[in-house]
Protein backbone atom coordinates (compact mmCIF):
# COMPACT_ATOMS: atom_id res chain seq x y z
CA UNK A 1 0.00 0.00 0.00
CA UNK A 2 0.95 3.24 -1.15
CA UNK A 3 1.78 6.18 1.50
CA UNK A 4 -0.74 8.29 0.67
CA UNK A 5 -3.45 5.47 1.36
CA UNK A 6 -2.05 4.48 4.42
CA UNK A 7 -2.21 8.58 5.57
CA UNK A 8 -6.01 8.35 4.60
CA UNK A 9 -6.79 5.14 6.07
CA UNK A 10 -5.00 6.91 9.38
CA UNK A 11 -7.14 9.75 8.70
CA UNK A 12 -10.38 8.22 8.29
CA UNK A 13 -9.58 5.78 11.60
CA UNK A 14 -8.77 8.79 13.60
CA UNK A 15 -12.41 10.54 12.86
CA UNK A 16 -14.16 6.98 13.48
CA UNK A 17 -12.15 6.96 16.80
CA UNK A 18 -13.34 10.48 18.07
CA UNK A 19 -17.16 9.45 17.02
CA UNK A 20 -16.82 6.27 19.64
CA UNK A 21 -15.30 8.27 22.32
CA UNK A 22 -19.05 9.09 23.86
CA UNK A 23 -20.51 5.71 23.49
CA UNK A 24 -17.23 4.80 25.52
CA UNK A 25 -17.92 6.97 28.13
CA UNK A 26 -21.24 6.68 28.68
CA UNK A 27 -21.04 2.42 28.29
CA UNK A 28 -18.48 3.25 31.55
CA UNK A 29 -19.80 5.82 33.10
CA UNK A 30 -23.86 5.81 32.90
CA UNK A 31 -24.87 2.59 31.08
CA UNK A 32 -23.22 -0.17 33.86
CA UNK A 33 -25.73 -2.98 34.20
CA UNK A 34 -26.18 -3.70 37.98
CA UNK A 35 -26.66 -7.86 37.71
CA UNK A 36 -25.51 -10.69 40.11
CA UNK A 37 -22.68 -12.80 37.80
CA UNK A 38 -25.21 -15.90 38.50
CA UNK A 39 -27.96 -14.30 37.27
CA UNK A 40 -25.80 -13.10 34.42
CA UNK A 41 -24.01 -16.53 34.10
CA UNK A 42 -27.35 -18.28 33.71
CA UNK A 43 -28.49 -16.34 30.90
CA UNK A 44 -25.39 -17.36 28.70
CA UNK A 45 -25.86 -20.46 29.81
CA UNK A 46 -29.01 -20.74 28.10
CA UNK A 47 -27.50 -20.10 24.25
CA UNK A 48 -24.88 -22.19 24.97
CA UNK A 49 -27.20 -24.96 26.24
CA UNK A 50 -29.30 -24.81 23.91
CA UNK A 51 -27.19 -25.56 21.13
CA UNK A 52 -27.61 -21.85 19.45
CA UNK A 53 -24.17 -21.06 19.61
CA UNK A 54 -23.37 -24.38 18.42
CA UNK A 55 -25.90 -24.47 15.60
CA UNK A 56 -26.27 -20.62 14.96
CA UNK A 57 -29.10 -20.94 12.33
CA UNK A 58 -31.17 -22.79 15.13
CA UNK A 59 -31.66 -19.17 17.04
CA UNK A 60 -33.45 -17.57 13.76
CA UNK A 61 -37.42 -18.66 13.61
CA UNK A 62 -38.66 -16.80 10.96
CA UNK A 63 -41.93 -15.89 10.06
CA UNK A 64 -44.56 -18.60 7.89
CA UNK A 65 -46.36 -15.66 5.84
CA UNK A 66 -46.26 -12.01 5.68
CA UNK A 67 -48.17 -10.65 8.57
CA UNK A 68 -51.29 -8.18 8.57
CA UNK A 69 -50.25 -4.86 8.11
CA UNK A 70 -51.70 -1.50 7.94
CA UNK A 71 -50.66 2.18 6.20
CA UNK A 72 -50.22 4.16 8.73
CA UNK A 73 -48.73 7.30 7.01
CA UNK A 74 -48.87 8.55 3.37
CA UNK A 75 -47.07 11.74 2.02
CA UNK A 76 -46.29 12.44 -1.58
CA UNK A 77 -43.39 11.84 -2.84
CA UNK A 78 -41.19 12.81 -6.16
CA UNK A 79 -44.32 11.31 -8.22
CA UNK A 80 -45.15 8.69 -6.13
CA UNK A 81 -45.82 8.36 -2.05
CA UNK A 82 -44.03 7.60 0.82
CA UNK A 83 -46.01 5.06 3.27
CA UNK A 84 -45.10 4.07 6.51
CA UNK A 85 -46.70 0.27 6.92
CA UNK A 86 -46.62 -1.00 10.14
CA UNK A 87 -47.01 -4.67 11.64
CA UNK A 88 -46.85 -6.50 14.49
CA UNK A 89 -43.46 -8.34 15.31
CA UNK A 90 -44.63 -11.32 16.60
CA UNK A 91 -41.38 -12.11 17.76
CA UNK A 92 -40.90 -13.81 21.38
CA UNK A 93 -37.73 -13.82 23.21
CA UNK A 94 -35.68 -17.00 23.21
CA UNK A 95 -34.24 -16.78 26.53
CA UNK A 96 -36.78 -16.80 28.97
CA UNK A 97 -34.32 -14.79 31.83
CA UNK A 98 -34.29 -12.15 29.31
CA UNK A 99 -37.85 -12.23 27.63
CA UNK A 100 -39.01 -9.58 30.70
CA UNK A 101 -36.51 -6.82 29.73
CA UNK A 102 -37.42 -7.43 25.85
CA UNK A 103 -40.77 -7.50 26.65
CA UNK A 104 -40.29 -3.91 28.64
CA UNK A 105 -39.91 -2.56 25.52
CA UNK A 106 -43.45 -1.72 24.52
CA UNK A 107 -43.21 0.38 21.89
CA UNK A 108 -40.70 -2.29 20.15
CA UNK A 109 -43.25 -4.92 19.76
CA UNK A 110 -45.12 -3.30 16.56
CA UNK A 111 -42.59 -3.50 13.39
CA UNK A 112 -42.48 -0.49 10.61
CA UNK A 113 -41.83 -0.62 6.54
CA UNK A 114 -41.36 2.42 4.98
CA UNK A 115 -41.87 2.32 1.21
CA UNK A 116 -41.38 4.87 -1.44
CA UNK A 117 -43.60 3.76 -4.24
CA UNK A 118 -44.51 4.95 -7.79
CA UNK A 119 -48.15 3.37 -7.34
CA UNK A 120 -48.49 2.76 -10.91
CA UNK A 121 -47.33 -0.75 -11.15
CA UNK A 122 -45.63 -3.34 -9.76
CA UNK A 123 -41.15 -2.49 -10.28
CA UNK A 124 -38.22 -4.14 -8.87
CA UNK A 125 -37.89 -3.30 -5.31
CA UNK A 126 -34.87 -2.39 -3.17
CA UNK A 127 -34.76 -3.18 0.56
CA UNK A 128 -33.34 -0.79 2.43
CA UNK A 129 -31.41 -2.03 6.21
CA UNK A 130 -30.41 1.14 7.92
CA UNK A 131 -26.97 1.46 10.02
CA UNK A 132 -26.94 1.78 14.09
CA UNK A 133 -29.57 5.11 15.24
CA UNK A 134 -30.08 5.44 11.33
CA UNK A 135 -33.54 4.31 11.72
CA UNK A 136 -35.53 7.56 10.50
CA UNK A 137 -36.69 7.67 7.08
CA UNK A 138 -35.49 10.98 6.24
CA UNK A 139 -31.67 10.01 7.54
CA UNK A 140 -32.48 6.46 4.84
CA UNK A 141 -33.39 8.81 2.28
CA UNK A 142 -30.11 11.00 2.01
CA UNK A 143 -28.00 7.75 3.06
CA UNK A 144 -29.21 5.81 0.65
CA UNK A 145 -29.73 8.35 -2.16
CA UNK A 146 -33.30 7.27 -2.08
CA UNK A 147 -34.50 10.21 -4.64
CA UNK A 148 -32.01 9.13 -7.18
CA UNK A 149 -32.95 5.64 -7.34
CA UNK A 150 -36.87 6.11 -7.23
CA UNK A 151 -36.40 8.68 -10.04
CA UNK A 152 -33.95 5.62 -11.92
CA UNK A 153 -37.34 4.03 -11.75
CA UNK A 154 -36.96 1.66 -8.44
CA UNK A 155 -39.47 0.88 -5.57
CA UNK A 156 -37.53 1.19 -2.53
CA UNK A 157 -38.27 0.30 0.78
CA UNK A 158 -36.73 0.27 4.67
CA UNK A 159 -36.99 -2.29 7.27
CA UNK A 160 -36.83 -0.38 10.87
CA UNK A 161 -34.48 -2.49 12.96
CA UNK A 162 -36.12 -2.81 16.78
CA UNK A 163 -35.59 -0.39 19.12
CA UNK A 164 -34.92 2.48 16.46
CA UNK A 165 -37.34 5.62 14.89
CA UNK A 166 -40.88 5.16 16.52
CA UNK A 167 -40.14 1.51 18.08
CA UNK A 168 -37.66 3.60 20.25
CA UNK A 169 -38.68 3.79 24.27
CA UNK A 170 -40.44 7.82 24.08
CA UNK A 171 -38.40 8.77 27.00
CA UNK A 172 -34.70 9.55 26.30
CA UNK A 173 -33.64 7.97 29.36
CA UNK A 174 -34.83 4.53 28.05
CA UNK A 175 -33.11 5.02 24.54
CA UNK A 176 -30.03 2.51 24.96
CA UNK A 177 -28.31 0.90 21.79
CA UNK A 178 -29.75 -2.46 21.07
CA UNK A 179 -26.08 -3.71 21.05
CA UNK A 180 -25.42 -3.64 24.30
CA UNK A 181 -21.55 -5.35 25.19
CA UNK A 182 -23.10 -5.58 29.12
CA UNK A 183 -26.48 -7.29 28.18
CA UNK A 184 -25.03 -10.21 25.17
CA UNK A 185 -28.81 -11.66 25.91
CA UNK A 186 -30.62 -8.50 24.77
CA UNK A 187 -28.01 -8.11 22.19
CA UNK A 188 -28.48 -12.02 20.82
CA UNK A 189 -32.36 -11.17 21.03
CA UNK A 190 -32.51 -8.19 19.17
CA UNK A 191 -30.93 -9.89 16.28
CA UNK A 192 -32.95 -12.44 16.43
CA UNK A 193 -35.90 -10.27 16.55
CA UNK A 194 -34.45 -7.94 13.78
CA UNK A 195 -34.04 -11.20 11.09
CA UNK A 196 -37.60 -12.12 11.81
CA UNK A 197 -39.06 -8.78 11.06
CA UNK A 198 -36.68 -8.44 7.53
CA UNK A 199 -38.35 -11.69 6.77
CA UNK A 200 -41.81 -9.97 7.41
CA UNK A 201 -40.88 -7.20 5.26
CA UNK A 202 -39.42 -8.98 2.38
CA UNK A 203 -42.76 -10.96 2.35
CA UNK A 204 -44.81 -8.28 2.63
CA UNK A 205 -43.14 -6.30 -0.66
CA UNK A 206 -43.91 -10.09 -2.32
CA UNK A 207 -47.82 -10.18 -0.96
CA UNK A 208 -47.80 -6.49 -2.62
CA UNK A 209 -46.37 -7.12 -6.34
CA UNK A 210 -42.64 -6.76 -6.01
CA UNK A 211 -41.42 -8.53 -9.19
CA UNK A 212 -37.97 -8.81 -7.59
CA UNK A 213 -36.19 -7.32 -4.44
CA UNK A 214 -32.22 -6.81 -3.98
CA UNK A 215 -31.22 -5.61 -0.65
CA UNK A 216 -28.68 -2.81 0.03
CA UNK A 217 -27.61 -2.69 4.13
CA UNK A 218 -25.11 -0.18 5.69
CA UNK A 219 -22.93 -0.86 8.95
CA UNK A 220 -25.52 -2.57 11.17
CA UNK A 221 -27.62 -3.04 8.20
CA UNK A 222 -24.80 -5.06 6.92
CA UNK A 223 -24.59 -7.32 9.47
CA UNK A 224 -28.35 -7.89 8.70
CA UNK A 225 -27.61 -8.36 5.43
CA UNK A 226 -25.10 -10.68 5.94
CA UNK A 227 -27.85 -12.95 7.86
CA UNK A 228 -30.10 -12.74 4.92
CA UNK A 229 -27.92 -13.51 2.53
CA UNK A 230 -26.70 -16.79 4.50
CA UNK A 231 -30.58 -17.68 5.69
CA UNK A 232 -32.37 -17.16 1.97
CA UNK A 233 -32.06 -17.33 -1.35
CA UNK A 234 -34.75 -15.02 -1.98
CA UNK A 235 -33.21 -11.69 -2.66
CA UNK A 236 -31.92 -11.00 -6.18
CA UNK A 237 -29.22 -9.57 -4.51
CA UNK A 238 -27.19 -8.03 -1.08
CA UNK A 239 -25.07 -5.30 -1.37
CA UNK A 240 -23.18 -4.45 2.38
CA UNK A 241 -22.09 -1.61 2.76
CA UNK A 242 -19.17 -0.89 5.32
CA UNK A 243 -21.03 -3.59 7.49
CA UNK A 244 -20.59 -4.83 10.68
CA UNK A 245 -19.18 -8.80 10.76
CA UNK A 246 -19.07 -9.10 15.02
CA UNK A 247 -19.77 -6.98 17.81
CA UNK A 248 -16.54 -7.81 19.49
CA UNK A 249 -14.69 -5.00 18.54
CA UNK A 250 -14.58 -1.81 18.98
CA UNK A 251 -16.68 -1.43 21.90
CA UNK A 252 -17.79 -5.08 22.60
CA UNK A 253 -17.48 -6.70 25.79
CA UNK A 254 -13.77 -6.67 27.35
CA UNK A 255 -14.82 -2.54 26.85
CA UNK A 256 -16.87 -1.67 29.65
CA UNK A 257 -16.38 -2.93 33.20
CA UNK A 258 -19.04 -5.65 35.02
CA UNK A 259 -20.22 -5.81 38.84
CA UNK A 260 -18.20 -9.07 39.48
CA UNK A 261 -14.62 -10.88 38.04
CA UNK A 262 -14.44 -12.07 35.02
CA UNK A 263 -12.29 -14.95 34.69
CA UNK A 264 -11.41 -16.51 31.35
CA UNK A 265 -14.20 -19.39 31.48
CA UNK A 266 -16.60 -16.88 31.95
CA UNK A 267 -15.21 -14.39 29.31
CA UNK A 268 -15.14 -17.13 26.58
CA UNK A 269 -18.58 -17.71 27.14
CA UNK A 270 -19.39 -13.74 27.34
CA UNK A 271 -17.51 -13.60 23.90
CA UNK A 272 -19.33 -17.08 22.64
CA UNK A 273 -22.74 -15.35 23.21
CA UNK A 274 -21.64 -12.14 21.90
CA UNK A 275 -20.41 -13.50 18.72
CA UNK A 276 -22.83 -16.47 17.98
CA UNK A 277 -25.17 -14.59 15.27
CA UNK A 278 -22.30 -13.15 13.75
CA UNK A 279 -22.37 -13.77 9.26
CA UNK A 280 -19.02 -14.74 9.88
CA UNK A 281 -20.59 -18.10 11.42
CA UNK A 282 -22.52 -18.79 8.31
CA UNK A 283 -21.53 -19.36 4.43
CA UNK A 284 -23.72 -17.74 1.97
CA UNK A 285 -27.26 -19.34 0.27
CA UNK A 286 -26.54 -16.39 -2.54
CA UNK A 287 -24.27 -17.04 -5.44
CA UNK A 288 -20.97 -15.04 -4.90
CA UNK A 289 -21.85 -13.02 -7.98
CA UNK A 290 -24.82 -11.82 -6.16
CA UNK A 291 -22.65 -10.69 -3.52
CA UNK A 292 -21.34 -7.36 -2.81
CA UNK A 293 -19.13 -6.18 -0.10
CA UNK A 294 -17.78 -2.22 0.23
CA UNK A 295 -15.62 -1.57 3.10
CA UNK A 296 -13.07 1.29 3.88
CA UNK A 297 -9.55 -0.03 4.57
CA UNK A 298 -9.73 2.54 7.90
CA UNK A 299 -12.84 1.51 9.13
CA UNK A 300 -12.57 1.12 13.06
CA UNK A 301 -16.34 1.51 13.58
CA UNK A 302 -16.81 -1.97 11.42
CA UNK A 303 -13.14 -2.93 11.63
CA UNK A 304 -12.10 -3.51 8.14
CA UNK A 305 -10.06 -6.76 9.47
CA UNK A 306 -13.18 -8.60 10.13
CA UNK A 307 -15.41 -7.81 6.71
CA UNK A 308 -11.48 -8.96 4.56
CA UNK A 309 -12.10 -12.35 6.59
CA UNK A 310 -15.42 -12.17 5.69
CA UNK A 311 -14.30 -11.81 2.28
CA UNK A 312 -12.22 -14.50 1.90
CA UNK A 313 -14.55 -17.15 3.83
CA UNK A 314 -17.36 -15.86 1.22
CA UNK A 315 -14.83 -16.97 -1.91
CA UNK A 316 -14.31 -13.21 -2.50
CA UNK A 317 -17.70 -12.10 -4.09
CA UNK A 318 -17.29 -9.10 -5.82
CA UNK A 319 -16.04 -6.09 -3.27
CA UNK A 320 -14.09 -2.49 -3.21
CA UNK A 321 -11.61 -2.10 -0.59
CA UNK A 322 -11.57 2.10 -0.35
CA UNK A 323 -9.85 4.68 1.57
CA UNK A 324 -10.66 6.19 4.71
CA UNK A 325 -12.89 4.61 7.33
CA UNK A 326 -16.57 4.56 8.30
CA UNK A 327 -17.69 8.47 8.22
CA UNK A 328 -14.77 10.30 6.69
CA UNK A 329 -14.33 9.03 3.33
CA UNK A 330 -12.04 11.18 0.77
CA UNK A 331 -14.27 9.65 -2.29
CA UNK A 332 -17.78 10.20 -1.11
CA UNK A 333 -19.19 9.05 -4.69
CA UNK A 334 -17.41 5.75 -4.32
CA UNK A 335 -20.00 3.74 -2.07
CA UNK A 336 -22.73 5.08 -4.47
CA UNK A 337 -20.82 4.06 -7.73
CA UNK A 338 -20.29 0.66 -6.08
CA UNK A 339 -24.22 -0.58 -5.54
CA UNK A 340 -25.51 1.60 -8.88
CA UNK A 341 -22.48 -0.75 -10.67
CA UNK A 342 -24.77 -3.86 -9.18
CA UNK A 343 -27.98 -2.36 -9.77
CA UNK A 344 -27.50 -2.18 -13.39
CA UNK A 345 -25.52 -5.10 -13.62
CA UNK A 346 -28.44 -6.80 -11.67
CA UNK A 347 -30.77 -5.19 -14.44
CA UNK A 348 -32.88 -3.36 -11.66
CA UNK A 349 -31.74 -0.11 -13.62
CA UNK A 350 -32.27 0.77 -17.28
CA UNK A 351 -29.77 0.81 -19.50
CA UNK A 352 -29.16 4.21 -19.45
CA UNK A 353 -28.26 4.34 -16.37
CA UNK A 354 -25.22 2.39 -16.82
Known amino acids: MNPVSK ?27 KVARKDFEAELDFYIEEGFTAR ?12 AFSVTDEIPFGGGVRQVLSFESGYVAKNPLARPRHEDYQRNRTAYLVRWVHGDRPRKTVLLLHGLMMGDPRRAEAMFKVPGLF ?5 LALAVAPFHWLRSPRKAARRHPPIRPQDPALTAEFVGQAMRDVFSAVAILESLGSPEMGVIGASLGGYLGGLLAALSEKPRFVALMVPAVNFLSPLGPDSFPLDFPVDPGLRRKIHE ?13 LPREDILIVASRGDRLCPFENVR ?6 GNPPHHFLPGG ?27 ER
Open 273 to 285: VFAFHSPARFLPK
Open 7 to 33: LLDAAGGLADSLFLLPPYLSGRFLLQR
Open 56 to 67: PESFFVLPEKAP
Open 326 to 352: HWLVFDPKARGRAWYELLARKGFLPKK
Open 309 to 314: DLCEKW
Open 151 to 155: DAGLD
